[in-house]
């Protein structure tokens, strides 16, 4: 089986950095995503790590630990539009299917 | 332009009475999903196919059916034996294997009186 963990919420500051971390226990393991959905709307895709260390993209950037089962998602120079749901989800590597975690609710505030 | 079709965006069915999804993809895609979403919560896998004649139960596929006669479509049919179908229902594509993404459509929000 798979378990995804992520905190439900978390609330940040405009212009502030936020870390929202991810852990996962999986019976096979092909790479870990996180998408961001804002209320309503359908996920969209922020990145995709496979191998360990740091993928940035802009001002977001990925991290993964495949030894610790671990992965963070770090936002920098937060904007009132960040205020969304991040979901982090796994691949699972036998079947190719996605499964996600329950998401972390970001608040932004000015 | 490439994407993912579903439709409608909001429906709303009587209880007992079974309803459909449509779900088309224009990209090519091998691999199909349908994940059901609740206020709050994350996207459960309710079905998923890899290949056109072919598909597999998720987590939560009681109450629920699906086919994939064609490669571009991916039904969901909720049947009344679904206890609780009042729900945000998300189809997704992705290509074969190696894929980095998965692609999401608009989604149809589902409520049953």
């Known amino acids: 089986g798979q378990n995804i963990d992520q905190p439900t919420e978390m609330t940040a500051t405009e212009g502030a950095i936020v870390q929202i971390n991810c852990t996962y226990q999986?019976?096979?393991?092909?790479?870990l995503f996180w998408y961001q959905q804002h209320a309503g709307e359908a996920p969209t895709f922020l990145s995709y790590?496979?191998?360990?260390g740091l993928e940035e993209k802009g001002r977001f950037s990925s991290f993964l630990s495949r030894s610790k089962g671990y992965s963070y998602l770090l936002l920098k120079e937060l904007q009132m539009k960040d205020s969304a749901s991040y979901l982090c989800?796994?691949?699972?590597?036998?079947?190719?299917?996605?499964?996600f975690g329950t998401g972390t609710r970001l608040l932004v505030s000015p | 332009d490439g994407g993912i079709t579903q439709s409608p965006k909001y429906l709303f069915r009587k209880e007992g009475q079974n309803v459909t999804l449509s779900c088309e993809q224009n990209?090519?895609?091998?691999?199909m999903y349908w994940y059901r979403q609740d206020p709050g919560q994350g996207l459960r896998l309710i079905y998923y196919?890899?290949?056109?004649?072919?598909?597999q139960k998720g987590d939560i596929a009681e109450g629920y059916s699906v086919s994939r006669e064609k490669k571009e479509s991916f039904p969901l049919t909720v049947t009344s034996a679904q206890k609780n179908p009042t729900a945000f229902y998300l189809c997704?594509?992705?290509?074969?294997?190696?894929?980095?993404?998965?692609?999401f459509g608009q989604g149809t929000r589902l409520t049953v009186v």
């Open positions: 997704a594509s992705s290509p074969g294997q190696l894929w980095t993404e998965a692609f």
């Open positions: 790590n496979v191998l360990d």
């Open positions: 999986t019976s096979g393991f092909n790479g």
């Open positions: 990209l090519n895609h091998d691999a």
């Open positions: 989800a796994v691949r699972d590597g036998g079947f190719q299917k996605l499964v």
């Open positions: 196919s890899q290949i056109v004649n072919d598909f």
